[in-house]
Each structure stands twice: as structure tokens, then as C-alpha cells.
């Protein structure tokens, strides 16, 4: 199994890097005004599409601290489905 990354990696990230900031940008012309409030910042005064708020959450949800800590949680308890711990 070959762990390097490809060119066509490299092509993904910048993609969706690109896809991301064009639509940050978007809502930032879209709704962009001379006095804002808490209001604007934490709702995005309910401009967000609801996948737009739904990946933020799996994200959100899906991180690097979740991942460590179930590894770390499920090697401590020694029964971790994968890999085989017999011991």
C-alpha cells in the first residue's frame, strides 16, 4: 500500500479548498453591509444552506480529538475490534 500522496491528492485538496473559500466568499458579497451584530455572526442571519450547516457539524463532530481519544479509550479496555489484541 503505497502511504505517499499523488498528484491527483494534491488536485482534491485544492479543489475543495477552492469549492470552500469561493462559497465563504460568496456569502461575504452576498451579505455584506456597513453595521453588523451577534446576530450576523453567529446565524449568518439564516443564509446557510442546511448541508452547508450539516457538514459543518459531521466536521465539527469528526475530529482529530475524537479519533485519538476512542483509539486511546479502546486500547486501555483491550477490547478493540481491530487490530486483533489477544493479550
Known amino acids: 500500500m503505497n502511504k505517499n500522496l499523488v498528484f491527483a491528492d494534491y488536485i482534491v485538496f485544492a479543489i475543495y479548498f477552492v469549492l470552500v473559500a469561493s462559497y465563504g466568499y460568496w456569502i461575504y458579497q ?32 469528526i475530529s482529530a480529538e475524537q479519533f485519538i481519544g476512542m483509539s486511546g479509550g479502546r486500547l486501555l479496555r483491550r477490547h478493540s475490534p481491530w487490530p486483533p489484541m489477544n493479550g
Open 30 to 61: 452576498r451579505k455584506k453591509k456597513a453595521v453588523t451584530d451577534t446576530k450576523d455572526f453567529f446565524l449568518a442571519e439564516g443564509s446557510l444552506t442546511w448541508w452547508a450547516i450539516g457538514a459543518s457539524l459531521i466536521a465539527s463532530n
